[in-house]
């Protein structure tokens, strides 16, 4: 019996793990090969929702090193088959070739655009021309180098080219002088657009001493352009190489970038296109697709380089790209990218997340901002945490003059400047809606005040109170404390008596000293959102707290250094007290400039900018007449002893750094020698 049970589990256990290991269980898995990007509200990628998956890879059109696209509104792809000195238009619905142009001085074709009216232009550095072919593939004119004068001994050699509604080339040509414009005749109009030359440290610090004629002979050089596309409204667009937060460009008519404080973006930009709608695609070299809005917010980012994938080198992935040339998007909002390394062309759907934001930046823009809402809202649902959908929420409930909803999603989103805005008018309504109150007041407080001086004539009050609050400040340590507001407003009289020891104190000195350090942590942790830069969970309190009493018992201690070997008549104490007197006016900067940042926008940010740097001289000032009277120095030695107490603050930090590597060095020498022989003796 025993046995017949047994031999009927084991068939039963056997039975259930193949049953178990039969079923094929269906998971949902996201096709995308990369991860889509965006930032968050302190300004760091992070990963978001899939916006794009990878859709269609063209493998068979026999491609070679393909360097430009265009798609036109009637879905077809026209590319620039640079290897092959062809261009192919390509049915991107039926999948089949329609045209071919081969022409024999096409020599290497870089760039292609084509017109609403279906004329094609071939830009080929090669040829040093540019090729305007009709829409059935016929040649209608070769523009070559411009014969204008302003022109001559600059080299000709179009890649890129970008046209407007009335034919107008703008050309990039490989020179550094700009975006050549051509009419479209042909007659050069001038440079559109060029990139400024960027300066870095040691070029301004030589440029102090140098002169004109050496600076004439100083290789300086703009950073280049990439890439230039015209959208449908004859905006032009450029993208530049080797400039991070000005690689994607969106010009006015005269030239200048509207996207004047730069976005987010990578420094090997290759190539910008415009959809219908607006939206900007702009492609990385690297492998990467960066979307904007058309104010030139970054919405995300997709792709990658498939040249390594975690620790792995991976090959012929669907949706990664060993280096991108271009691309394009179609009628149905598909990306389209090219691979110029390994000659093919991948396709990106849009998931319904990304649909949705356009279709909720559409509505913005055309006014429809409670459309725009709802959409943005079911965004969230998508995604809690989207800044694009919180910052967006916010420009609507503007619009519609919901400021205090506008502040929420601002808030939430990180946007500084457009919660400024949305609070200076929720604090202006509250300001015209209790103004009534607030005149109220005033007078009541003015009448208070009337009656107080009548009733003190009869029957004096103030003498008493007068008295009773010096009975409670006559004690020493606060007599102390408060006397470093005589400093700030009589230092010479007051440096005198704290040098002769009649007024101020050590422990009123270190009192002064703790409460500022803690005035200082709450102005560096305290202020309004819209003045606070860095989140408090952000901040290294240790380097914080380090950093303050390091560098200010430092500047102490190297003074008294210092002076006790120039004459200086004050010893590290009086130095100590000169140093804690002085700091009266940071003080009183320091809170009001806490306070006010709850209360002010923007508009007025030069009244804290005034409190800081007013109360910054003042100390300064303070600080020099301390070291003047405590060392009883001329005006010349306090210069020199103040510039000598700062270089030898420098020298005493970099040894200090210097130590600190080496000894860290050290720790990881001897712990390696320890390893190594736990290592041997475990072997």
Not at 115 to 139: M, N, P
Not at 204 to 219: A, G, H, I
Not at 225 to 245: L, P
Request: net charge neutral.
């Amino acid at each position: 019996m025993n046995a017949k049970i047994k031999f009927f589990i084991s068939t039963l256990f056997i039975f259930t793990v193949f049953l178990i290991t039969s079923i094929t269980i269906s998971v949902e898995a996201s096709p995308a090969t990369s991860y889509t990007m965006t930032l968050n509200s302190k300004g760091r990628y992070v990963r978001t929702q899939d916006a794009y998956l990878p859709d269609r890879s063209v493998v068979d059109l026999k491609l070679n090193k393909p360097e430009d696209i265009y798609i036109d509104a009637n879905d077809f792809m026209f590319i620039a088959d640079t290897g092959n000195k062809r261009i192919l238009k390509y049915n991107i619905n039926t999948d089949e070739v329609d045209m071919e142009i081969t022409l024999k001085e096409l020599k290497s074709p870089d760039g292609i655009f084509v017109t609403k009216e279906g004329d094609i232009y071939v830009a080929d550095h090669t040829a040093k021309a540019i090729f305007r072919f009709s829409s059935d593939g016929l040649l209608k004119n070769k523009y070559e180098k411009p014969t204008a004068p302003s022109f001559e001994g600059t080299v000709f050699e179009p890649s890129k080219i970008g046209v407007d509604n009335s034919g107008n080339m703008f050309i990039y040509g490989g020179v550094y002088d700009g975006i050549i414009h051509l009419s479209n005749s042909g007659e050069f109009q001038g440079y559109f657009t060029s990139n400024r030359i960027e300066l870095s440290l040691s070029d301004r610090v030589r440029d102090m001493f140098y002169t004109e004629k050496q600076k004439l002979n100083l290789s300086r050089n703009p950073a280049i352009f990439s890439n230039v596309f015209v959208d449908s409204k004859g905006i032009v667009y450029t993208t530049t190489t080797n400039s991070e937060m000005y690689s994607i460009k969106k010009h006015n008519i005269a030239g200048l970038n509207n996207f004047s404080s730069g976005v987010v973006s990578q420094s090997d930009a290759t190539d910008v296109y415009v959809d219908e709608s607006g939206i900007i695609y702009a492609a990385m070299s690297s492998g990467s697709i960066f979307v904007y809005s058309q104010s030139g917010e970054f919405i995300y980012s997709f792709g990658a380089s498939n040249f390594r994938v975690g620790s792995e080198i991976n090959e012929d992935i669907s949706g990664l790209f060993t280096t991108i040339s271009a691309v394009a998007v179609d009628s149905k909002g598909f990306v389209w990218a090219v691979d110029d390394s390994k000659s093919f062309i991948q396709s990106f759907k849009p998931t319904d997340y990304a649909e949705k934001i356009y279709s909720a930046l559409a509505l913005y823009t055309n006014r429809k901002y409670n459309e725009s809402i709802k959409i943005w809202q079911e965004v969230l649902r998508l995604n809690q945490m989207s800044v694009i959908a919180h910052n967006n929420l916010g420009k609507n409930y503007m619009s519609i003059e919901e400021y205090e909803l506008a502040m929420d999603h601002f808030l939430i989103s990180g946007n500084r400047a457009d919660f400024s805005e949305a609070f200076w008018e929720v604090r202006n309504i509250d300001l015209q809606q209790n103004l009534s109150y607030i005149i109220i007041i005033l007078i009541a407080l003015f009448v208070l005040s009337f009656i107080l001086k009548k009733v003190d004539k009869k029957h004096p009050f103030k003498y008493k109170i007068k008295t009773y609050v010096s009975k409670i400040f006559n004690r020493k340590f606060l007599r102390d404390i408060f006397y470093m507001f005589r400093v700030m407003t009589h230092p010479l009289d007051s440096f005198y008596e704290i040098k002769k020891g009649r007024k101020g104190s050590l422990l009123g000195a270190t009192i002064i000293y703790t409460l500022f350090f803690f005035i200082f942590l709450w102005y560096t942790i305290g202020k309004g959102f819209i003045y606070q830069f860095i989140a408090v969970e952000d901040l290294d309190l240790n380097t914080i707290v380090f950093g303050f009493f390091a560098l200010t018992l430092l500047f102490v201690i190297c003074n008294y250094l210092v002076t006790s070997i120039n004459e200086g008549e004050g010893g590290i104490k009086k130095i100590f007290l000169l140093f804690a007197y002085s700091l009266a006016p940071m003080y009183v900067a320091f809170i009001s400039i806490t306070l006010l940042s709850h209360i002010l926008t923007y508009n007025e940010s030069f009244f804290l900018d005034i409190i800081k740097y007013f109360a910054f001289t003042w100390t300064g000032v303070n600080i020099f007449l301390g070291i003047q009277e405590i060392h009883n120095y001329s005006i010349r030695n306090t210069i020199k002893s103040i510039i000598i107490t700062a270089i030898f603050m420098i020298i005493i930090v970099v040894v200090i750094l210097i130590i600190i590597i080496m000894w860290d060095q050290l720790a990881n020498f001897f712990i390696e020698i320890i390893m190594e022989a736990i290592r041997n003796v475990t072997k």
